[in-house]
Structures are given as structure tokens and as C-alpha cells.
T-cell receptor
């Protein structure tokens, strides 16, 4: 069964540095998402992306964050000038045409030192 | 957004059926009832969804009350691998953002 893949599985970054989290969604999917989960807390929606633009974003997704689909296969989340509170699991998800459910990757654990 | 209410945690014995309840008294006529689960150290995983009729798939069954104000996810024969947090979510469209609650943490006893 096709799956969403995320790299790296664990990223350690110094506070203030930029980080890019990468995702390869399922190939025929059209809708892409980023969620995050701070340790011990709920999964939180960050942003959804469709037709090469952001379709919805949450309050968390401020100017520090950006998303891009640089080619036909990758979907990236960039965090500029990381803060300690950005430490979390970041999950990418995608969903296909014809109103299919969302498929999630196994996440990238981001640790900000 | 219509909200759902689930017990914080439940326990079941291995190889027995499990019934996970969800209340959604403010559901609208066009909301679909979705269930996702999150196994330890993994991303959320789609389980099943329905609108009005009961649904079955290879993972589980979904029983929906006639008034749609509640539903029950049924795992017919729980295994240790089914230990996870189960989320009951209402979505108008499947490509809508998912607002996760705290879900029900299911413990399976060997």
C-alpha cells in the first residue's frame, strides 16, 4: 500500500536556525497537510495546501512557517529562526481525489536546543 | 465546529470485542463521522467513516445511532497491536483539516 514518507525521522537544531522538514506524499494525492504534536499533547493542524497554494492555516502557522511543493513529489515545511517551543513531532498528510481520507506519515521529531 | 465526546481511556482483554463510544449531539446533517487512531510513535491512521448507515471494513465496524448523535467503533477481536489512541472526528469533507481531540486511549490486556 502506498504511504506518506517523511525525512528526517529526527532533526536536532540550534535555536534560531532554520529547518526544513520534508515529505513525499502519495503520488496521486492532491491535498497536503502539516500537523504537529508537542510531547504529551493533542495533534494540532498547521496548514493545508491545494493547487499550489495554502488553502487554510491555523494560528500556529505564523510568518515563521512556510510550505512549498518544489517539484511534483516533495512537500516541505520550513521553520525560520526556530524557537524552543517548536520542539514537537511534525506530521505530514495527504489525501487524494474523490474525497479520500487523509494518510499520515510517521513524522519528524524536531528537537530545538 | 461540531464537537465529539469520548471517554479518556478504556481497557479490554486481548481477543475480545471492544466498543469505543463517541457522542456528537450537535452533529449537522452533512457531517461525516470519522475514526482515526494513533499507535505509539506513529502518525494518525484512518480507521473508518460513515454518514448514516453502519459500516464495516477490514479494520473495524462503525455503528451509528439512528439520530446520529452518537456512534460506536467496534473492534471485533482486539489484539495487542490495537492499543492506541482512538479519535472520533466530524468532517464535512474528507479533505477538511482534522481537529483532533484527546481521543480514547485503549489499553489491551494480554
Amino acid at each position: 500500500e502506498p504511504e506518506v514518507t517523511q525525512t528526517p525521522s529526527h532533526q536536532v537544531t540550534q535555536m534560531g536556525q532554520e529547518v526544513i522538514l520534508r515529505c513525499v506524499p502519495i503520488s496521486n494525492h492532491l491535498y497536503f497537510y502539516w500537523y504537529r504534536q508537542i510531547l504529551g499533547q493533542k495533534v494540532e493542524f498547521l496548514v493545508s495546501f491545494y493547487n499550489n497554494e495554502i488553502s487554510e492555516k491555523s494560528e500556529i502557522f505564523d510568518d515563521q512557517f512556510s510550505v512549498e511543493r518544489p517539484d511534483g513529489s516533495n512537500f516541505t515545511l520550513k521553520i525560520r529562526s526556530t524557537k524552543l517551543e517548536d520542539s514537537a513531532m511534525y506530521f505530514c498528510a495527504s489525501s487524494g481525489p474523490s474525497n479520500q481520507p487523509q494518510h499520515f506519515g510517521d513524522g519528524t521529531r524536531l528537537s530545538i536546543l | 465546529d461540531a464537537k465529539t465526546t469520548q471517554p479518556n481511556s478504556m481497557e479490554s482483554n486481548e481477543e475480545e470485542p471492544v466498543h469505543l463510544p463517541c457522542n456528537h449531539s450537535t452533529i449537522s446533517g452533512t457531517d461525516y463521522i470519522h475514526w482515526y487512531r494513533q499507535l505509539p510513535s506513529q502518525g494518525p491512521e484512518y480507521v473508518i467513516h460513515g454518514l448514516t448507515s453502519n459500516v464495516n471494513n477490514r479494520m473495524a465496524s462503525l455503528a451509528i445511532a439512528e439520530d446520529r448523535k452518537s456512534s460506536t467503533l467496534i473492534l471485533h477481536r482486539a489484539t495487542l497491536r490495537d492499543a492506541a489512541v482512538y479519535y472520533c472526528i466530524l468532517l464535512l469533507n474528507r479533505d477538511d483539516k482534522i481537529i483532533f481531540g484527546k481521543g480514547t486511549r485503549l489499553h489491551i490486556l494480554p
